[in-house]
């Protein structure tokens, strides 16, 4: 722990000297970003993430005090290796689409007898104030750790939920007229010096996807890919979107089966 | 070429979602209805930021798309409509203030206090000077912008009827209608116009 910290700091020193280098030095500051993003994969503090939400799906918790060992992500009561990589998926006991974050919610409710309200009050952490969705997100996406992602559309309400979505992802409205796609239709973009990965491309939609829950070294935080799809609307202007609302799945849906047959590569780590 | 295997891709990922049992119309209306839903009201961004207006709506496919030669027309010639030039006759305001506009990326997000002005973050996509190196690409590069096309009177008002309004000149342009959609004052519309003119400029240096 001593030593990761120590790493960290040494690493907050160089990012900081590199904002400093950066206006001096302007033809190498595109290889300067890409060698501070190339350090950054030395260590990824995403790990206390996973450690914590490991410990949170075996810890007897709720009015019913249990576990949740017994939550069926999809593969099974509490076979978590690989579930990650075939999800949002149709649920036969829900009779509807869900993501990660969604089937959780769920089996808090059936499971350990939480109220709804209260199983989603902290979708997003912010310092102290930890999300048990961020824990646990972490690691059993770290359970998917190069497995090819594998969604399916099978079910009608699966092939229903990827045609939302991709309606969704092209949808222009607000302020400023922006959809999804006004960053992520094109390949080879960027918005200032931030490459944008073009999600309507499987290339593209195969490398973003698979590093999402990420560690976000600007914020401290380990980030899912709730988080990603409401801060990526917040920047559109859109109103805020509802944490496992059947829109933020139904868009995920679509991202994640463009990424098919790409190895699930995350919890990532990213500026 | 690469154009039409994006295009495949899109196309073939379709087909698997099954088209035959939603039309195109019907998913659409299906997405609204499930959007409506999925956002809650927050701060200064309200449920109507989901209302598309015609543009909007006709401008919601995929970037490659080729839309029919009467639809751009009609989207243009609406667009072009609205666009208010300034009273007093005067176009060019500060290129100074300008530049700040163009750095500020803030306004309109639920994030955003709604009594500061808005930015026009138009570094975000376009590069305008060689002292900014930190610039998107989404929008084509303005460096030397005025250099290149001088500051006569139609230049001047395509400029401000650009920024006022993209899609007059190009039916679903990814930049924001900073005029018709109130992001942007009068004033401020003046200033970006001199940054991008105005032979002091550093766009023009």
Same mark, same amino acid.
């Given at each position: ?40 994969? !030395? ?16 810890? *007897? ?13 999809? *593969? ?6 690989? &579930? ?47 999300? !048990? ?11 998917? *750790? #190069? ?5 399916? $559309? ?10 939302? #979505? ?10 400023? !007229?922006? &959809? ?15 490459? $944008? ?22 914020? #401290? ?18 109103? !805020?979107? *509802? ?7 139904? $868009? ?20 | ?9 899109? %196309? ?8 035959? /049992? ?14 409506? /839903? ?11 930021? %989901?209302? +598309?207006? =015609?543009?909007?709506?006709?401008? /919601? ?13 009609? @989207? ?14 005067? %176009? ?34 376009? +590069? ?24 006569? =009177? ?18 679903? /342009? ?8 109130? @992001? ?7 200033? %970006? ?11 023009? +240096?």
């Amino acid at each position: 722990m001593k030593r990761r910290s120590t790493r960290w700091i040494l690493l907050a020193g160089a990012a900081l000297a590199l904002c400093a280098a950066t206006p001096s030095f302007p033809q190498s500051a595109v290889d300067e970003i890409a060698k501070y993003r190339q350090q950054l994969q !030395d260590g990824n503090p995403a790990e206390l993430w996973e450690a914590r939400g490991e410990d949170l799906w075996k810890q *007897k918790r709720g009015p019913k005090n249990v576990s949740l060992e017994s939550c069926d992500l999809g *593969k099974g009561p509490g076979v978590v290796k690989g &579930a990650y990589a075939e999800l949002p998926r149709w649920f036969a006991d829900a009779d509807r689409v869900m993501d990660l974050e969604t089937r959780l919610a769920h089996c808090m409710v059936t499971l350990q007898g939480f109220k709804f309200e209260e199983a989603v009050k902290r979708p997003f952490g912010n310092g102290s104030n930890r999300s !048990d969705f961020e824990a646990l997100a972490a690691w059993i996406a770290s359970e998917s *750790k #190069g497995v090819p992602m594998n969604v399916s $559309l099978s079910h009608p309400k699966e092939r229903e939920a990827y045609r939302i #979505g991709e309606k969704m992802f092209f949808f222009r409205g607000g302020t400023h !007229d922006f &959809a999804c796609a006004t960053c992520h239709g094109e390949t080879g973009k960027r918005i200032r010096l931030q490459d $944008l990965p073009n999600l309507t491309d499987r290339a593209g939609a195969q490398a973003a996807y698979t590093t999402w829950p990420a560690y976000r070294v600007s914020q #401290g935080e380990l980030r899912t890919f709730q988080w990603r799809l409401n801060d990526c609307f917040r920047q559109q202007r859109f109103p !805020d979107l *509802k944490f496992t609302s059947e829109g933020s799945i139904a $868009l995920t849906m679509f991202l994640a089966y463009n990424a098919n047959g790409a190895a699930y590569n995350g919890p990532a780590i990213k500026r | 070429m690469k154009t039409t295997v994006r295009s495949a891709f899109l %196309l073939a990922a379709a087909v698997i979602a099954g088209c035959a /049992s939603m039309s195109d119309e019907e998913a659409a209306q299906r997405a609204l209805q499930v959007m409506k /839903s999925s956002f809650d009201e927050r701060g200064q961004a309200k449920l109507d930021r %989901l209302d +598309q207006d =015609e543009a909007q709506k006709l401008c /919601s496919v995929p970037p490659a798309t080729v839309l029919p030669k009467e639809t751009v027309e009609r @989207i243009e010639k609406a667009n072009l409509a609205s666009i208010r030039y300034p009273a007093d006759g005067k %176009l060019l305001g500060d290129w100074k203030r300008g530049e700040k506009i163009a750095q500020n990326g803030q306004g309109m997000q639920y994030s955003d206090d709604p009594k500061r002005p808005s930015g026009a973050n138009c570094y975000a996509c376009h +590069q305008l000077s060689k002292q900014e190196i930190s610039f998107g690409t989404i929008g084509p590069s303005l460096l030397h912008y005025g250099k290149l096309r001088g500051t006569s =009177e139609p230049v001047q008002r395509y400029t401000y009827g650009k920024i006022y309004n993209s899609q007059a000149f190009a039916a679903c /342009s990814n930049m924001p209608r900073f005029g018709h959609k109130g @992001i942007l004052t009068e004033q401020q519309m003046k200033d %970006l116009a001199a940054l991008l003119l105005d032979p002091a400029s550093p766009v023009n +240096q």
